[in-house]
C-alpha cells in the first residue's frame, strides 16, 4: 500500500510536467491549428539556459530570464517555421519544420552543453519529507504547484484581459478576430512564445529532480503529444489529467511489470484514443470543413 | 467618406471583380445589390482587406486603404458585419462587443467612451441586454446577427459594411433588422449594404448600385432604381 502511494506522488509529479508541456501544444493548436514538433527541445533549451544562468545569478533571478528566453524561442520558431506555411495554407510545411528546428536546436545545445546528463541545483532541500509513510520530495510539490499556477496565470490571462480576449476570438475564427483589429498573425506569434516559455518553465522545473541535458526534450516531448492527443488538444483540464494518467500508468508498469515496458501502457491508451475518440478523452469533435 | 475606383480582386487565379467602382458619401446608406455569385460579398471582403485586392484604389476618408491588411483597415476605422456572422462562439456576447472596440481599448483608436457605448448597444438591440453573459455559440440566428451587427459598431467605425444581415432570418426578424438599418440611418452612420432582398434594401438606401457579374451595371439614387423596369425585372422580381 504505501508503495503504491509513493508511486503515485512520483507518477502525479511527472504527470503534471507532462500536462504542461502539453498545454503548451494546446496555445499553438487553439490559434492556428499548428504545433510545435520542437516542443521537447523548447524545454531542454530553457532547462539548460536555466542551468547556465542559475550558477551566476541564483535561482529566482533565473526564472524571470528562463521565461524570457522561452519567450524569444518561441518566437523563432514560429517566424522561421510556421508563419510561411499558415501564409501557404500549407497542410504540412510546418510539422517539417518544427521537426528540422528542433533538431537544429538539439545539436546546438550538445555543442554548447555537451551529451552528458548534468545536475541541476535544486532550490528547495533534496531531503524527501516523510508524509504518512509516503516520501515526497520537495521539488516534486513544487513541480505540482508551479505546474498549476502556470496554467491558471494564462487561463487567467484569456478570461480577464482585453488581450487574453483576442487570443480566443483568434482562436474561435481568424478572419473575425482580424475584423476586431486584432494582429492575428502577431496573436499566432504569441501563442508560440508562450507555448515555448511553458516549455521552457517545465524545464527549469523538471530538471533538479530528473537531471538536465542535451537529450532530454526528444522523450518529454513526445510523451506531453500522447497526452495532448488523449486530453484533447481542446481542453485543459484534459491535458492536466491525461498527464496524470501517463505519469501514473507509467510509474506503475515500471514497478509492477517491467520499466522496459514502462512506456507500453500510456501509448496503448494513445492508440485506443485515437480509433475510438480522436478528439481526445475531453475534447469537442470538430468537423473539418472543406 | 469611402471611394472605391476600378477595384479588382478575386480567389487566386480566379477573378471576380472587374473594376468596380463607387462611392459611399458621409452620413449615407448605400446598397450594392445583384443576384447570388455577382461579386457582392467579394467587394466587401476586399474593402476590409480579407482578400487583398489586385488593383483599384480604395480610398477612405482620404487615404487609400487597398492592399493593407484587415486589422489595419479596422483600426483606421472601417467595421464589417461579415456574411454568416463570425460571432466568437466560445466568448460571451458582453465580450464581443467589447472586442469590437478593441482598437479603442488599446489605443489603436479614439477611446471615447466604450461603457457607454456598450450601454447604447444593449438599448438598441434589447435582447443582446437579456444575453449579456451568454456564450455567443448558444445565441439563436436572429441574435447572432444583432451580436453581428453591435460588434461592429461598437468600433465607432467611419463606415460599416453589412453583408447580408437578414440572411437565413424570419421575416418577421428581417424586418426587425431593416428597422434598426434605418434607425442607424437616422444617426447618420455612414453604411454600405449588400442585401439580397433588393426592394427592402432600396427602400432603405439613399443610394444603390446593381452588380452583375463583377460589374456594376447600373446605379442611381434609391428611388430611381426602385422604379428602373429593368432592375425591377432582373432583381426585384422574386423578393418584391
Same mark, same amino acid.
Given at each position: 500500500?504505501?508503495?503504491?502511494?509513493?508511486?503515485?506522488?512520483?507518477?502525479?509529479?511527472?504527470?503534471?510536467?507532462?500536462?504542461?508541456?502539453?498545454?503548451?501544444?494546446?496555445?499553438?493548436?487553439?490559434?492556428? #491549428?499548428?504545433?510545435?514538433?520542437?516542443?521537447?527541445?523548447?524545454?531542454?533549451?530553457?532547462?539548460?539556459?536555466?542551468?547556465?544562468?542559475?550558477?551566476?545569478?541564483?535561482?529566482?533571478?533565473?526564472?524571470?530570464?528562463?521565461?524570457?528566453?522561452? *519567450?524569444?524561442?518561441?518566437?523563432?520558431?514560429?517566424?522561421?517555421?510556421?508563419?510561411?506555411?499558415?501564409?501557404?495554407?500549407?497542410?504540412?510545411?510546418?510539422?517539417?519544420?518544427?521537426?528540422?528546428?528542433?533538431?537544429?536546436?538539439?545539436?546546438?545545445?550538445?555543442?554548447?552543453?555537451?551529451?552528458?546528463?548534468?545536475?541541476?541545483?535544486?532550490?528547495?532541500?533534496?531531503?524527501?519529507?516523510?508524509?504518512?509513510?509516503?516520501?515526497?520530495?520537495?521539488?516534486?510539490?513544487?513541480?505540482?504547484?508551479?505546474? *498549476?499556477?502556470?496554467?491558471?496565470?494564462?487561463?487567467?490571462?484569456?478570461?480577464?484581459?482585453?488581450?487574453? #480576449? +483576442?487570443?480566443?476570438?483568434?482562436?474561435?475564427?481568424?478572419? +473575425?478576430?482580424?475584423?476586431?483589429?486584432?494582429?492575428?498573425? *502577431?496573436?499566432?506569434?504569441?501563442?508560440?512564445?508562450?507555448?515555448?516559455?511553458?516549455?521552457?518553465?517545465?524545464?527549469?522545473?523538471?530538471?533538479?529532480?530528473?537531471?538536465?541535458?542535451?537529450?532530454?526534450?526528444?522523450?518529454?516531448?513526445? #510523451?506531453?503529444?500522447?497526452?495532448?492527443?488523449?486530453?484533447?488538444?481542446?481542453?485543459?483540464?484534459?491535458?492536466?489529467?491525461?498527464?496524470?494518467?501517463?505519469?501514473?500508468?507509467?510509474?506503475?508498469?515500471?514497478?509492477?511489470?517491467?520499466?522496459?515496458?514502462?512506456?507500453?501502457?500510456?501509448?496503448? *491508451?494513445?492508440?485506443?484514443?485515437?480509433?475510438?475518440?480522436?478528439?481526445?478523452?475531453?475534447?469537442? +469533435?470538430?468537423?473539418?470543413?472543406? | 467618406?469611402?471611394?472605391?475606383?476600378?477595384?479588382?480582386?478575386?480567389?487566386?487565379?480566379?477573378?471576380?471583380?472587374?473594376?468596380?467602382?463607387?462611392?459611399?458619401?458621409?452620413?449615407?446608406?448605400?446598397?450594392?445589390?445583384?443576384?447570388?455569385?455577382?461579386?457582392?460579398?467579394?467587394?466587401?471582403?476586399?474593402?476590409?482587406?480579407?482578400?487583398?485586392?489586385?488593383?483599384?484604389?480604395?480610398?477612405?476618408?482620404?487615404?487609400?486603404?487597398?492592399?493593407?491588411?484587415?486589422?489595419?483597415?479596422?483600426?483606421?476605422?472601417?467595421?464589417?458585419?461579415?456574411?454568416?456572422?463570425?460571432?466568437?462562439?466560445?466568448?460571451?456576447?458582453?465580450?464581443?462587443?467589447?472586442?469590437?472596440?478593441?482598437?479603442?481599448?488599446?489605443?489603436?483608436?479614439?477611446?471615447?467612451?466604450?461603457?457607454?457605448?456598450?450601454?447604447?448597444?444593449?438599448?438598441?438591440?434589447?435582447?443582446?441586454?437579456?444575453?449579456?453573459?451568454?456564450?455567443?455559440?448558444?445565441?439563436?440566428?436572429?441574435?447572432?446577427?444583432?451580436?453581428?451587427?453591435?460588434?461592429?459598431?461598437?468600433?465607432?467605425?467611419?463606415?460599416?459594411?453589412?453583408?447580408?444581415?437578414?440572411?437565413?432570418?424570419?421575416?418577421?426578424?428581417?424586418?426587425?433588422?431593416?428597422?434598426?438599418?434605418?434607425?442607424?440611418?437616422?444617426?447618420?452612420?455612414?453604411?454600405?449594404?449588400?442585401?439580397?432582398?433588393?426592394?427592402?434594401?432600396?427602400?432603405?438606401?439613399?443610394?444603390?448600385?446593381?452588380?452583375?457579374?463583377?460589374?456594376?451595371?447600373?446605379?442611381?439614387?434609391?428611388?430611381?432604381?426602385?422604379?428602373?423596369?429593368?432592375?425591377?425585372?432582373?432583381?426585384?422580381?422574386?423578393?418584391?
Amino acid at each position: 500500500m504505501q508503495i503504491l502511494a509513493q508511486l503515485l506522488v512520483s507518477g502525479i509529479a511527472v504527470g503534471m510536467i507532462y500536462g504542461v508541456i502539453a498545454f503548451g501544444y494546446q496555445l499553438t493548436f487553439a490559434t492556428s #491549428k499548428t504545433l510545435n514538433f520542437g516542443q521537447g527541445e523548447a524545454l531542454m533549451l530553457g532547462s539548460l539556459v536555466g542551468l547556465t544562468v542559475v550558477s551566476i545569478t541564483g535561482y529566482w533571478i533565473m526564472l524571470p530570464i528562463v521565461l524570457a528566453f522561452g *519567450l524569444l524561442q518561441g518566437s523563432v520558431v514560429e517566424r522561421l517555421g510556421v508563419r510561411q506555411a499558415i501564409k501557404t495554407k500549407s497542410e504540412s510545411g510546418w510539422i517539417m519544420a518544427t521537426i528540422a528546428l528542433g533538431i537544429i536546436f538539439k545539436n546546438m545545445a550538445e555543442n554548447i552543453w555537451g551529451r552528458d546528463a548534468l545536475k541541476f541545483p535544486s532550490p528547495l532541500p533534496e531531503a524527501p519529507i516523510g508524509f504518512m509513510g509516503v516520501n515526497v520530495l520537495p521539488m516534486e510539490i513544487a513541480i505540482v504547484v508551479g505546474a *498549476l499556477a502556470l496554467m491558471l496565470a494564462v487561463e487567467f490571462f484569456n478570461r480577464r484581459s482585453i488581450y487574453g #480576449k +483576442a487570443v480566443v476570438a483568434t482562436a474561435n475564427d481568424r478572419d +473575425a478576430a482580424g475584423l476586431m483589429g486584432i494582429n492575428t498573425s *502577431l496573436v499566432i506569434t504569441f501563442s508560440y512564445a508562450l507555448s515555448s516559455m511553458t516549455a521552457a518553465f517545465a524545464g527549469v522545473l523538471v530538471a533538479p529532480v530528473t537531471l538536465t541535458g542535451a537529450n532530454m526534450g526528444g522523450a518529454l516531448g513526445l #510523451k506531453a503529444f500522447a497526452v495532448a492527443i488523449i486530453g484533447g488538444l481542446s481542453s485543459g483540464m484534459g491535458v492536466v489529467v491525461g498527464g496524470l494518467i501517463l505519469g501514473i500508468t507509467e510509474t506503475l508498469t515500471g514497478y509492477y511489470v517491467s520499466t522496459g515496458y514502462k512506456d507500453v501502457p500510456g501509448l496503448v *491508451l494513445l492508440l485506443l484514443v485515437l480509433s475510438l475518440k480522436p478528439s481526445g478523452l475531453f475534447g469537442v +469533435a470538430t468537423i473539418k470543413k472543406v | 467618406m469611402l471611394k472605391v475606383e476600378k477595384l479588382v480582386a478575386g480567389y487566386g487565379k480566379v477573378q471576380v471583380l472587374h473594376d468596380v467602382s463607387l462611392e459611399v458619401p458621409e452620413g449615407t446608406l448605400v446598397t450594392l445589390i445583384g443576384s447570388n455569385g455577382a461579386g457582392k460579398t467579394t467587394t466587401l471582403r476586399a474593402l476590409s482587406g480579407m482578400i487583398a485586392p489586385q488593383s483599384g484604389r480604395i480610398v477612405m476618408d482620404g487615404a487609400d486603404i487597398a492592399g493593407l491588411p484587415t486589422h489595419a483597415i479596422t483600426r483606421r476605422g472601417m467595421a464589417h458585419s461579415p456574411e454568416g456572422r463570425r460571432v466568437f462562439s466560445t466568448l460571451s456576447v458582453a465580450d464581443n462587443l467589447l472586442l469590437g472596440a478593441f482598437p479603442r481599448v488599446t489605443g489603436a483608436r479614439p477611446k471615447g467612451d466604450v461603457a457607454a457605448d456598450l450601454e447604447r448597444m444593449y438599448a438598441l438591440f434589447p435582447r443582446l441586454s437579456e444575453r449579456r453573459t451568454q456564450l455567443a455559440g448558444t445565441l439563436s440566428g436572429g441574435e447572432q446577427q444583432m451580436l453581428a451587427m453591435a460588434r461592429a459598431l461598437m468600433l465607432n467605425p467611419k463606415v460599416l459594411l453589412l453583408d447580408e444581415p437578414s440572411m437565413g432570418l424570419a421575416p418577421r426578424l428581417v424586418e426587425e433588422v431593416f428597422a434598426t438599418i434605418a434607425r442607424l440611418k437616422q444617426q447618420r452612420v455612414t453604411m454600405l449594404l449588400v442585401e439580397q432582398f433588393a426592394m427592402a434594401a432600396l427602400e432603405v438606401a439613399d443610394f444603390g448600385y446593381v452588380l452583375e457579374n463583377g460589374r456594376v451595371t447600373a446605379s442611381g439614387p434609391a428611388g430611381v432604381l426602385r422604379d428602373d423596369p429593368a432592375v425591377r425585372a432582373a432583381y426585384l422580381g422574386q423578393h418584391g
